[in-house]
């Protein structure tokens, strides 16, 4: 049961260059809302789904136990879940690093942590973020991620077999919005 906190030498540049790679079609496609995306500007954020989402209210509760909304949009395919969570902090702090790094930790016991990857992907904006991949009991790979910005907290999980695109593609293309709509 290894955890990795951060990759090292070529692999970590390799990761990083293929997330800002990423990142930056991700923008491009979002900023003309062009297919696959599904642009959601009521909650702030566009990804690939592998498919039509629905939606449903939930509350999320925070490390110390503390209730916040929440919606999560999920499409369930079988054994695979696809779902964004987006908490709303809007009575909370506006970017918190505990509550990103907690989000996170609840997320590890689902399975044999493969990597744990933290970065501040808002540099002066100070946007923090985690990516997760996690071997699941049942076999497939969890990858996740959890980042925070703006009184909002989102939380990607793509459970599918190992090596699935559509989670790989799911959890690299979510892009966060800001309120004018367009990529932070």
């Not at 110390?64 to 987006?86: H, K, N, W």
Request: overall charge neutral; glycine content about 8%.
């Amino acid at each position: 049961m290894g955890e990795r906190k951060q990759p090292g030498g070529m692999a970590a540049v390799a990761a990083f260059l293929s997330f800002a790679a990423l990142l930056i079609f991700s923008r491009a496609a979002v900023a003309q809302s062009s297919p696959p995306y599904y642009v959601n500007r009521e909650y702030r954020f566009a990804i690939i789904f592998p498919g039509e989402p629905r939606a449903r209210d939930i509350t999320f509760r925070t490390f110390s136990g503390d209730p916040f909304p929440a919606r999560q949009l999920y499409i369930e395919r079988g054994t695979e879940r696809f779902t964004v969570t987006v908490v709303d902090f809007s009575t909370g702090p506006a970017v918190d690093q505990l509550i990103v790094f907690n989000a996170a930790a609840a997320l590890r016991p689902r399975g044999e942590v493969l990597l744990d990857l933290a970065r501040d992907y808002g540099g002066r904006s100070g946007m923090p973020g985690r990516q997760l991949d996690i071997v699941e009991s049942n076999g497939h790979q969890l990858r996740a991620s959890v980042y925070m910005w703006d009184h909002r907290l989102f939380i990607t999980e793509a459970s599918a077999a190992p090596g699935s695109s559509d989670a790989l593609q799911f959890t690299e293309s979510i892009t966060l919005l800001g309120p004018d709509g367009n990529p932070v």
